[in-house]
């Protein structure tokens, strides 16, 4: 009898702990999926009040033939650092423009910076009463005076530059880059060139950058992508540091412990940061590259030179350069592969054999 009543107390025990096992799983999933849909609410409502499309006819760029899904289709993205500070925020100047391809076909994500002192020419539309050739940085204060569209007129010059289509951009401002990489609790880089550069938030305070691996706050990362005054002999040139910060930045978002940080990042979103990313498209480019290899991501550069005209200087990219960089971002994008299919089907229609 005593057997019996072991064995089934026994049962009883593990019944209760089978149970309390079974308890504690559900409350996990509860509170997981209840954390899910909060974030999902937190990032919808933050990167609704951050969306702001670029005006355009059939919502595409002049250069597409048919508009690009993004998630599915090889499209490029504009990204834009603003430096507004100096104007309270209104009628700022592109400090950074950066061109990202994202090709779902290859996995390839590339690079390519576009000086911001690249001559370019502007109409009366564009620039006003200052019709000719300036800066092409000068598009996003042009814009923002002239009612033209900061964002749209900086997405078209770059479009005209590059002969490719922007299909979407990304413009954050001193103070978003700052706290974001605050929020993201710092990005570690590889700092390949001892240098210093002034703190922009605190006047006359130098911040020193050593070789090697650093974590840099947001105040530091600011100073680390902006300095350029000092690139000596362009060993380790503003470019080379911009597309090497984004990639450590990349690397640090997509960390499983930024997930616990999203509340924060939301929250500089909405003040900070204006993109034509829909919180749709987001999430599914979120979805498609949360575990990309930074280490693949390939840069391309626009070789040209610094000259001094009519008392101003300027970036003056070669023929040959544009020219390059143009021809490998419209692979990446498979521009040519559209343009000859287009082709080849006039062709077969026209086609007469005698």
Known sequence: MSERRTDKQNRKKSSKWKKLILGIILFIIIAIIGYGIYLFINVYGATNESHEEIDRPDGKSERRETEVTVGDDPFSILLIGVEDYETDGENGRADTQIVVTINPNTDQMTMT???????????????????????????????????????????????????IPIDEYVTVNFDGFRDIVDALGGVTVDVKEPFWEKNFYVGGEKIYFEEGLSKLNGEEALAFVRMRKRDVNNIYSRDERQRQFIQAAIDEAISTKTLFKVGEITDILGENVTTSLSATEIFSLQQAYSSINTSNIKTYEITGEDQRIDGTYYFIPTEEGLNTASQQLQQELELEEENNSNYSADDDQNFNTE
């Open 113 to 163: 910076t576009v000086p911001r002192d690249t001559r370019i020419e502007f109409s009366a539309e564009e620039a006003g009463q200052y019709p000719g050739f300036h800066k092409i940085n000068a598009a996003y204060t042009y814009g923002s005076i002239y009612d033209y569209g900061a964002n749209k007129l900086t997405v078209e010059k770059v479009e005209q530059l590059l002969d």
